[in-house]
């Protein structure tokens, strides 16, 4: 194998490196979601009023419309006016007509997160402290937020200060969810004006919310700032926006404008976190129906404010608040699953979780699917592969060759790099076949990294054994250290023609530098790079019979 090659292979895996460690530091910085929020509700009115684009709602209304607010100027837990609880989640309606909290009640979210072996160290020298318990219930919605979910605020500013001061009623306190939907009216009189939720739950955790005015006037509604139940700051935060024309928006934590902006084609508004997502579309989305104008904006340097623009005196919008699960949203509309974001890759990863959801479906365990989906992208690409070593085989064939023109030419690269290139077309070889495979696994590992990573499915997934969570690192690191010796052994295996002893060291250090570098990956991922090494292993097995075979025959 020539410098150039030896250049490439290199080049190839310094590149996934490279890869992986810039997504992990262009990754959204972890917000102190209180400190932030803080900020934003202790804004001064001495601040200069703007105006939205396009709206009549003041940027400095919509700063200081933070209901309830103490004397620390942080909006404050209100009075619970309405609990609606059902097998699945639970909801909580507070006096000032909003969505206050949400929380999951399934095993899959409450369950304590898997601990390690340093975990276990820790506990038996008494340096770590304290239970791993599985919670009652995961709340969804961090406490002290600026905005809610249905959360109204008035244009009129003297209006907006006496509806922060009226409590709204409801014509039930306690509703209860089995297998039928079921609704709950609020109703708020701020005198000549009466403003009117009624709100409909249904069991798959959407909601139908009409609101009505007894007179015109102009209000903008919220989905609410984003769910904060996922404190990993490698994903996406923020707010996503999806128009008719199927074009993302995607406003991350720090980049809203301060002024504001203006949507006037949304088919939804969602605020999203890692796993979970707060939803506001509109009910006939499928066919799709666009929102009134969504106005998104940080109106004081804080988390994005996302806003809808009303102005009939009758408005009914559709939301979700619940997990980002893929079949779940798409049952609901097949717009909403475009909330399911898996970075720059989502192109393709989003294709990757389709299959591998699919495989899921029949073979019920997630660690068998990444089994079965490694496998299976194995043999779509065999022909590559097949290419790849025969193409290695005959480059360790014309090594001593390859020895003798550098050698022969080693003051002149020019020459050298001809007789080269003659050697190659003589014999057959490509110098570059052994690195395609490669290649085209950086693609698929990084998506299958970035779909373990953020799809909510995988969250507390088991495998078997001590795997009881496939998205984060193996606890005992049993499968990084068995991809670095099925590394090691696929490397023993391949065909080498180093003629630079430096070279040949530097690569047998590879398996060890990527177990190193991989062992706090997600276990679903190094599953996967595990088995793709052992098909890698009786593939190259194979094709080494095979062509020992042949020499044979041909001597």
Request: include cysteine; charge should be neutral.
């Amino acid at each position: 194998m020539d410098k150039q090659n030896i250049r490439l292979i290199l080049a190839v895996a310094i590149s996934f490196v490279i890869i992986v460690v810039w997504s992990k530091l262009m990754a959204p910085e972890q917000t102190d979601t209180a400190k932030q929020q803080e900020q934003v509700s202790n804004t001064t009115s001495s601040q200069t009023s703007q105006h939205l684009p396009a709206s009549a709602i003041s940027n400095q209304n919509i700063q200081e419309s933070d209901t309830m607010k103490g004397s620390n100027g942080i909006y404050q837990n209100k009075e619970i006016l309405v609990r609606i609880e059902s097998s699945r989640f639970d909801m909580d309606i507070d006096v000032g007509g909003a969505i206050s909290q949400v929380y999951l009640k399934e095993d899959k979210y409450t369950q304590p997160p898997q601990e390690g072996i340093f975990t276990h160290i820790g506990r038996i020298f008494g340096m770590v402290s304290g239970e791993n318990k599985k919670l009652d219930r995961l709340p969804l919605f961090a406490t002290n937020v600026p905005l809610h979910p249905l959360q109204v605020i008035f244009a009129n500013r003297s209006l907006d200060d006496k509806a922060s001061a009226i409590k709204y009623s409801a014509d039930k306190t306690l509703v209860k969810i089995e297998d039928s939907p079921q609704t709950v009216t609020l109703t708020q009189d701020l005198g000549d004006l009466v403003i009117e939720k009624v709100i409909t739950i249904n069991p798959d955790m959407t909601y139908q919310a009409t609101i009505k005015v007894n007179k015109p006037i102009h209000y903008v509604i919220s989905n609410g700032m984003r769910p904060n139940a996922d404190s990993q700051s490698y994903v996406f935060h923020g707010v996503v926006l999806k128009n008719v024309n199927g074009k993302l928006e995607k406003i991350e934590d720090g980049d809203a404008k301060d002024a504001g902006e203006n949507f006037n084609d949304s088919l939804f508004v969602a605020s999203v976190d890692r796993y979970y997502a707060s939803i506001l579309f509109s009910p006939n989305i499928s066919k799709d129906e666009v929102l009134p104008t969504v106005t998104i904006g940080a109106f004081g340097k804080g988390l994005p404010r996302p806003f809808i623009n009303i102005s009939s005196q009758e408005q009914t919008l559709m939301g979700y608040i619940g997990p980002k699960d893929h079949r779940a949203l798409e049952k609901i509309d097949k717009h909403l699953v475009s909330v399911v974001e898996y970075g720059i890759i989502t192109f393709f990863a989003k294709y990757i979780f389709i299959l591998l959801d699919l495989i899921h479906g029949y073979v019920g365990n997630w660690g068998v699917a990444i089994i079965f989906l490694t496998i299976l992208i194995r043999i779509i690409l065999f022909p590559l592969t097949l290419k790849g070593m025969v193409s290695m085989q005959k480059l360790k064939d014309i090594a001593p060759k390859m020895k003798e023109i550098q050698q022969k030419h080693k003051g002149d690269p020019q020459k050298m790099q001809a007789a080269m290139m003659e050697l190659y077309k003589k014999h057959g070889a490509n110098p570059f076949g052994g690195c395609l495979p490669l290649v085209l696994q950086i693609p698929v590992f990084f998506a299958i990294y970035r779909v373990l990573y953020n799809a909510v499915e995988l969250k507390n997934a088991p495998f078997a054994l001590w795997i009881h969570d496939l998205s984060v690192m193996d606890p005992y690191f049993v499968l990084p250290v068995l991809m670095g010796i099925s590394m090691y052994v696929q490397q023993s295996l391949t065909p080498s023609t180093f003629t630079d002893p430096m070279q040949a060291k530097v690569f047998k250090w590879l398996p060890v530098i990527f177990t190193i570098f991989l062992i706090t990956f997600p276990a679903g991922l190094i599953l996967y790079w595990t088995i793709n090494n052992v098909i890698s292993i009786i593939q190259q097995m194979v094709i080494n019979k095979v062509i020992s075979k042949n020499k044979g025959k041909e001597k």
